[in-house]
């Protein structure tokens, strides 16, 4: 029970802390930042329900007020801007992320991981994301999933790097990767 | 300090949490309904001259919080001067600064610790349906201590890349950071256990 509690928050910080890392501008002028990929960790390594936990935690406290979100944002705010969908779905992205490294066991780790990366952390997130943007914006579905093309090539590559990161992770201490384990 | 606080004390700050949260709340959805940039602009003015009123500081601060805004706000200019609906889109962008700005109020003016006590409130009935309220409250308790010290670590292993390589790190010190806050999670489960009144 400590341990899960501990773990869950600790992963919950490494979301913070990975959204606090200098962004990337894509070519699109959007810029990309390793929180999402936070994200898609927690359901990789920790596996669906601790993941999602961590995740959960994150976001309660970022609308306490907590400024953690990439960029600096925090507090109530955050859920009424665009990213509302996506913040709402983030919980979710990493429990289908974690399902699927889990569930793929015979697999190789980096396919697992790879496959819940992009399955749960972009389809999925997508969902509540592109609806979440088409109430906040005033736009139509398809032209709020027009607007989150923008987000999707960085996202590839974080879920690649999400792969990687994992497989590493699975190399060096296979015991901690708890969504195989 | 990692909570987002105005950088001055306010008298907002003495009106009880739970009033605010409702007002917010109430505002919030009453401004969906507004459609007409005649209703919507006055409200906007209001705001920002209220937060005026609180002082240039608070004003300048509340400013720089809505600049995570600009890309989206980028995006409707952009999209409405190409489908031509200039009002529409004006409408969207001052609700959505309105928005953000008055929960920004909220947050900024209200100790992390009150809104945490009312969620605790609020979560309170869950121990009904058998969820350990306490494991929340301890894992919000873990999370507030530990992420300025994996903050700090980040910053150690970023310093030791860089020093070893010459150049900038980005994904490299994330296994390291990971690795380490697992043995972290070790360390502090160990000790919450020979401590701890948890059952399993």
């Known amino acids: ?181 | 300090m990692l909570a987002l606080r105005f950088p001055k004390h306010t008298w907002l700050e003495k009106i009880p949490a739970s009033i605010k949260l409702v007002l917010l709340a109430t505002a919030t959805s009453g401004i969906f309904f507004v459609e007409t940039l005649g209703i919507m602009l006055p409200l906007f003015l209001t705001t920002i001259a209220f937060q005026f009123l609180l002082g240039w500081q608070i004003f300048k601060f509340s400013l720089g919080l809505l600049k995570p805004l600009l890309p989206f706000i980028a995006i409707i200019v952009v999209w409405h001067l190409y489908s031509g609906d200039l009002g529409y889109g004006a409408l969207i962008i001052l609700r959505l600064l309105l928005i953000v700005t008055l929960a920004n109020i909220v947050t900024c003016s209200t100790k992390t610790s009150e809104i945490s006590e009312i969620i605790e409130k609020i979560i309170s009935p869950m121990r009904l349906i058998n969820i350990d309220t306490q494991a929340i409250s301890l894992s919000i308790l873990i999370f507030i201590r530990f992420t300025p010290i994996v903050i700090e670590r980040q910053k150690i292993l970023q310093l030791a890349y860089r020093c070893r390589s010459g150049k900038r790190p980005s994904w490299q010190i994330i296994v390291p950071l990971i690795l380490s806050v697992m043995d972290d999670a070790d360390h502090v489960a160990q000790s919450l256990k020979s401590r701890s009144t948890f059952r399993e």
């Open chain 1, 1 to 181: 029970m400590e341990k899960k509690i501990v773990l869950v928050s600790l992963f919950a910080a490494v979301i913070a802390v990975l959204g606090l890392a200098p962004k990337v501008m894509l070519a699109s002028g959007v810029p990309i930042t390793a929180q999402s990929m936070g994200i898609m960790l927690c359901g990789t390594v920790l596996g669906a329900k601790r993941g999602a936990l961590a995740v959960l935690l994150f976001i309660a406290l970022t609308a306490l007020g907590l400024p953690l979100l990439s960029g600096g944002r925090g507090g109530l705010g955050i859920f009424a801007s665009p990213s509302v969908g996506f913040i709402v779905g983030f919980p979710l992205a990493a429990y289908v992320a974690g399902l699927i490294t889990t569930k793929l066991k015979m697999v190789k780790i980096f396919y697992s991981s790879l496959l819940g990366a992009i399955i749960g952390g972009i389809f999925v997130l997508y969902i509540p994301g592109i609806i979440g943007m088409s109430i906040i914006l005033g736009k139509s579905i398809s032209e709020a999933m027009v607007i989150a093309l923008i987000y999707l090539p960085g996202d590839l590559i974080k879920a690649f790097l999400c792969a990687t990161l994992t497989q590493t992770l699975f190399k060096l201490r296979p015991a901690d990767v708890l969504s195989r384990s």
